[in-house]
């Protein structure tokens, strides 16, 4: 029997943050889902999940988020997901730093999810496939499995016909207000348009870019409101997924960090530039080229 060469070393995996670039509402089905169309992105900012995999077949997060129990939390129950589901006898000993805004729209917990997927599964060697792994994901959520593709994607349905492309990779200006936002309450609005016509990948890209449910978001939330009235002065600005985020776009990098040092006191967030491969998976390539 050979010896798991990851034993007892310290690795360190990104969950990087996702935008939705568009995002429009077909219809709504009989089941109460909703039929949409939308384009991710990743940014090479976000989490970070430093794993310690051990023999003992224990799952520790040396951390907890506020206010989420453990047995909720979307990391420790990928981490059991996938050993339970491969009969792994191994365990492992993980740290979250968290960096992306809870509830913001960018996808933080489930990147952490997905992150937690494939790298244990690389850890641990117990060599699901990526799509076995996507579809252990969309058990804990919706975006889980574009998080474990790892590539910019169109989709459509409810989430889960999946296209991958190459929007261009432009700078972003990303900022939270401090506010939390129902997506329940934004998908029960009667005001949410629900008949926006279906249309070719191709079309869609060349089409300036727009979120079904920014006006109604922007309607509830004064807060949204006031955030795009500002970052709108300096370049056309979107809400991602039901937000709370907004984002911007810009073609350099200096141009942005301008933009956002200008941000007003109650605004945070970050700068970061859109990428059509998922950090993760550069990160997945450099560990594998050591070991």
Known sequence: MTTNPFLGKL?????PAKLNLFLYINQKRADGYHELQTLFQFLDYGDWLTITINNTGKIELTNSLEGVALEQNLIYRAAKMLQQTTQSTLGA?????KHLPMGGGVGGGSSDAATTLVALNYLWQT???????????????????IFVHGKAAF???????????Q????????VKP?????????????NLP???????????????????????VRDHYPEVEQAIQWLVQYAPTRLTGTGACIFAEFDSQDRALAVFQQRPSDLTGFVAKGVNQSPLYLTLAEIQQQF
């Open 167 to 174: 929007p261009p990779e432009k700078y972003y200006v990303v």
């Open 127 to 145: 060599q699901l496939s990526v799509d076995q792994l996507a579809e252990l994901g969309l058990q804990l959520g919706a975006d889980v499995p």
């Open 93 to 97: 000993s993980i740290h979250l730093e």
């Open 11 to 15: 690795l360190r995996f990104p969950c």
């Open 178 to 190: 401090n506010v939390a936002i129902s997506t329940a309450k934004v998908f029960q609005d009667p």
């Open 155 to 165: 989709a459509e349905g409810v989430g889960e016909k999946i296209t991958y492309c």
């Open 194 to 216: 629900r008949q926006t016509p279906k249309k070719p990948l191709a079309v869609l890209l060349s089409e300036n870019y727009t979120n079904d449910c920014e006006k109604v």
